[in-house]
């Protein structure tokens, strides 16, 4: 692109309903924020267990070591007790022998599918993956191949077309604008058959899903053996910042060689370890959080089923209201914001086109009369014309 093209590129956007604003908004509390003065009710973060501001994962974090920078990175003079303690706890939580943090899940993705495949190789990814897992591919210069979403059959032909020796297959947990889960037992199968890595990023699974909170792994009964790369992220039900992979002793060590994302910036700050340790705690020790959003996802679906609105088939906390057009999604956001919801639009190139949404999502800190707040204003926007 030529720099004289900027503005003519930003009127394109705009004129394909694509255009994006931020909303300057401020934390009021688990649910709620401030915007330009009025409180709303916040229905899109992915804050799902409320521990974002929870007062023991508050208090770890301000008790923390003086000073607030880490000042380098891991491998220089980052890397603190707070840090390291997490780390073993987080391989303690998933079950495997060594942990890894990293800055944020985006960096996870790139760094971690950048070393383990490189040009020569194949990477499989679903279609529908979080955009840092493609981009992750796209800097590992090896060749992709996209199958088609959830489709088991899709991935099983690409791979035995596969000529390459080094084969991953890298797949989200939960989708993230879907919210549902990937079918992992066959995939697991699928990857094994053909002597593939499987990695999988549960973003949106850990902390939430499973009766102990350790994601789409123990939903399915899955191990270390089964899905031999896990990556999960610490800003969504953590409530935190950062990200980790755990796995064998092996990947562990050669992502600390090997990942660049992991070598060449800045560690977290220890407060954010400490702070993910309080939360680490109450995922396990508060079971009723991930009950509460069960209760608060069944009463929903019911809810928005009578009203007759296009749900997707979705257990988890994310629940999408499809559209379609992006301007429909986007006039839908303002009128629901109109009337003191928070829910965002997500339209291309989020989604696929023609497939523009609402994407709800709940947070155990939700109480039952806000979410039929929520349902009561849904009713008024006739979204069931379709
Ligand atoms: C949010 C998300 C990421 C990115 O994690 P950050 O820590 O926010 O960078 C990666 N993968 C999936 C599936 C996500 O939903």
């Known amino acids: 692109m030529k720099p004289q093209e900027l503005s003519a590129r930003l009127r394109e956007i705009e004129d394909q309903g694509l255009y994006r604003r931020r909303r300057v908004l401020d934390r009021l509390s688990g649910v709620e924020v401030a915007h330009e003065g009025r409180r709303l009710l916040n229905f899109c973060?992915?804050?799902?267990?409320?521990?974002?501001?929870?007062?023991?994962?508050?208090?770890?974090?301000?008790?923390?070591?003086?000073?607030?920078?880490?000042?380098?990175?891991?491998?220089?003079?980052?890397?603190?007790?707070?840090h390291h303690a997490l780390e073993e706890e987080l391989?303690?939580?998933?079950?495997?022998?060594?942990?890894?943090?990293?800055?944020?899940?985006?960096?996870?993705?790139?760094?971690?599918?950048?070393?383990?495949?490189?040009?020569?190789?194949?990477?499989?990814?679903?279609?529908?993956?979080?955009?840092?897992?493609?981009?992750?591919?796209?800097?590992?210069?090896?060749?992709?191949?996209?199958?088609?979403?959830?489709?088991?059959?899709?991935?099983?032909?690409?791979?035995?077309?596969?000529s390459a020796e080094g084969r991953l297959v890298?797949?989200?947990?939960?989708?993230?604008?879907?919210?549902?889960?990937?079918?992992?037992?066959?995939?697991?199968?699928?990857?094994?058959?053909?002597?593939?890595?499987?990695?999988?990023?549960?973003?949106?699974?850990l902390g939430v899903i499973g009766a102990g909170g350790r994601g789409v792994l123990e939903h399915y009964a899955l191990g270390q053996e089964d899905v031999p790369i896990l990556v999960g992220t610490?800003?969504?039900?953590?409530?935190?910042?950062?990200?980790?992979?755990?796995?064998?002793?092996?990947?562990?060590?050669f992502l600390i060689q090997r990942a660049r994302t992991y070598i060449y910036t800045t560690a977290l700050p220890p407060a954010v370890a400490e702070a993910t340790r309080a939360s680490l705690r109450i995922i396990r020790q508060e079971p009723w959080r991930r009950d509460q959003l069960r209760g608060l996802i069944a009463r929903f679906r019911t809810g928005a089923s009578q009203l007759g609105l296009r749900l997707m088939d979705s257990d988890t906390p994310i629940q999408p209201i499809v559209i379609g057009s992006n301007e429909a999604a986007t006039a839908a956001s303002g009128a629901l914001m109109e009337a003191g919801l928070l829910v965002s639009a997500i339209r291309p190139p989020t989604v696929p086109a023609g497939t523009a949404r609402l994407r709800v999502t709940f947070s155990a800190a939700h109480t039952e009369g806000q979410l039929d707040r929520l349902l009561?204003?849904?009713?008024?926007?006739?979204?069931?014309?379709s």
Do not use: Q
Not at 181 to 200: D, I
Not at 234 to 253: M, P, Q, Y
């Open 45 to 82: 973060s992915n804050d799902y267990l409320g521990l974002a501001d929870h007062p023991s994962v508050v208090a770890a974090f301000r008790g923390a070591a003086p000073g607030v920078g880490s000042g380098a990175s891991h491998l220089v003079s980052g890397h603190s007790s707070a």
């Open 91 to 162: 391989a303690e939580f998933t079950g495997r022998e060594r942990a890894v943090l990293f800055s944020t899940g985006y960096m996870a993705n790139l760094g971690v599918i950048s070393a383990l495949a490189g040009r020569g190789d194949w990477i499989f990814e679903d279609r529908l993956n979080h955009a840092s897992l493609l981009d992750g591919a796209a800097l590992a210069g090896a060749r992709l191949k996209r199958y088609r979403h959830g489709d088991v059959e899709s991935l099983g032909g690409s791979l035995a077309e596969c």
């Open 170 to 205: 890298v797949t989200d947990g939960v989708f993230s604008m879907d919210g549902d889960l990937a079918p992992l037992p066959e995939l697991v199968r699928a990857s094994r058959n053909a002597n593939a890595w499987l990695m999988v990023d549960d973003a949106h699974g």
């Open 234 to 253: 610490l800003g969504k039900a953590f409530g935190t910042f950062g990200a980790f992979v755990a796995g064998s002793r092996d990947l562990i060590e």
């Open 376 to 385: 009561e204003v849904l009713d008024t926007l006739k979204l069931n014309a």
